[in-house]
């Protein structure tokens, strides 16, 4: 594979802490930028307390966590990913926002470096369509939580270079991933089939076919699924999930995509799910319960 060294990260929430984490932790040089030290700060701190439990339970070494913690560096100046060979987009799921920051980075970056985006439902032609290296540009869609999933989806565009493609599959594979090869259509495998099966189960609660613990513990029980659809919905965040479908939709002209107005309302009034300590479920107590939503 040509070389990677130095990696690139756009964003540090859920997704962008996740990916750093996993980059540093297999012995790339990573940087990850935020709109503010603030942010990257909070960012890399949340990393520190996983990597904390898991020294805690003697599941890795001191040492190791805090060489991996020295591989990691925050910046709020995206100039500061110039000598990336790889960047790895995990910010917000505007297509608008995200084309910004690779017209910059385009500017800044050498020939050589990849682009690669996270992207959960936008296509990786329509980034790269914004910069002069299409042939550069790829998906590397990871999976929350990230140091635990073990799938990365690998995408390639119509313009994608096939050296290129390879060594982005190869650079997942190095951060210990098992990486599957994915066409450049919204969504690609995973959510292209978990999306609608996620907005079935809120239409399906809001058609009162059953209530939110008995849909989750259906779809547990009966299929061996680890999370069942509202708590699943909760941990990827509706808000998240809301603008997915909105994209999907808009793709693909399908209403099994299309948001349902229960969860637009729920977004409207902040009800993001776990991280915002409401959503499918309220999490202020010790154990989560169902909200009365219907
Ligand atoms: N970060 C890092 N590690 C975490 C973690 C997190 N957020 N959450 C759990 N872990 C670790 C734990 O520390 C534990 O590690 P250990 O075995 O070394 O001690 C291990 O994961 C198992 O955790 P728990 O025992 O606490 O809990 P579970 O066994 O219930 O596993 C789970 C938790 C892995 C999250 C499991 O419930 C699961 O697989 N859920 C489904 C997740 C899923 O479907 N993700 C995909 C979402 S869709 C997506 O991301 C695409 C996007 O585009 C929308």
Known sequence: MAEIKRVGVLGCGL???????????????TIVREVSDEVVQK????IGRQLGKQVE???????????????LRGTSNLEDLKDCDIVIEAIVENLDLKNEIWRTLDGLCPAHTIFASNTSSLT?????A???????MVGLHFFNPVPVMKLVEVVKTIATDAAVFQTAFDFAKSLGKEPIVCKDNSGFVVNLLLVPYMMDAIRALSEGVASIEDIDKGMRLGTGYPM???????FVG??????????????YKEKRYASPPLL??????GYYGRKSGKGFYDYSGDEPKPMPLV
Do not use: H, W
């Not at 990916?19 to 790339?28: E, L, S």
């Not at 339970?57 to 591989?71: F, S, T």
């Not at 914004?130 to 550069?136: D, F, H, L, N, Q």
């Open 15 to 29: 997704m962008g802490s996740g990916i750093a984490q996993v980059c540093a932790a297999a012995g790339y040089e």
């Open 43 to 46: 960012g890399i701190g949340g």
């Open 57 to 71: 339970k003697g599941k890795l070494a001191a040492e190791d966590r805090d060489a991996l913690l020295g591989r």
């Open 124 to 128: 990786i032609a329509d980034m790269a």
């Open 130 to 136: 914004a910069t002069k290296r299409p042939e550069r």
């Open 228 to 234: 069942g659809p509202f708590v699943l919905s909760d």
């Open 238 to 251: 509706l808000d998240t999930l809301d603008k997915i479908g909105d994209i999907m939709f808009n793709e």
């Open 264 to 269: 637009k309302r729920m977004v409207s009034l």
